[in-house]
């Protein structure tokens, strides 16, 4: 494995992504694991390319990405933070392109915390009147 060229973080509600890029031919490692196997969902799979469509970089960089903590959803999104945040650092040129998708901005919602006398953070037991 060649030296990163860049190396960057991405974190989405609890899951965080350490993305490494470097020049080559468009191939996507996820925890040693082709892309295509760990995210066999096409939906998770255009979240996380979303930002080498727009860069129109699919081709250009290889990607090995280290993905930890949350849900596939939450991943996908550290995972898509992490490669824009590559690539404006590889490049100054596409930092405007992202920007304007919102693809550098961090999601910040998170789980609601649960309340005591409620089953979740606001759904409350069924209300008897006798």
């Given amino acids: 494995m060649s030296t990163p060229l860049v190396q960057s973080t991405g974190r ?3 899951a965080i992504a350490r993305v490494r890029i470097r020049a080559g031919s468009g191939k996507v490692t996820v925890n040693k694991r082709p892309f295509e ?3 066999p969902s096409a939906t998770h799979r255009g979240v996380v390319t979303e930002p080498l469509r727009i860069t129109s970089t699919a ?4 990607i090995d990405a280290t993905l930890d903590g949350g849900g596939v ?3 996908a999104g550290a ?3 992490g490669i824009a945040r590559a690539l404006s650092e590889t490049d100054p040129d596409f930092r405007a392109a ?3 998708a919102g ?5 910040a919602r998170k789980k609601e915390s649960k309340k005591y006398g409620l089953k979740k953070a606001r759904k409350a037991p069924q209300y008897s009147k006798r």
């Fill in 73 to 75: 959803s939450g991943q």
């Fill in 12 to 14: 989405r509600k609890a």
């Fill in 79 to 81: 995972m898509r933070l």
């Fill in 37 to 39: 196997e760990y995210f």
């Fill in 98 to 100: 992202l920007k304007k």
């Fill in 103 to 107: 693809l550098l901005t961090r999601d």
């Fill in 59 to 62: 081709e250009a960089y290889d």
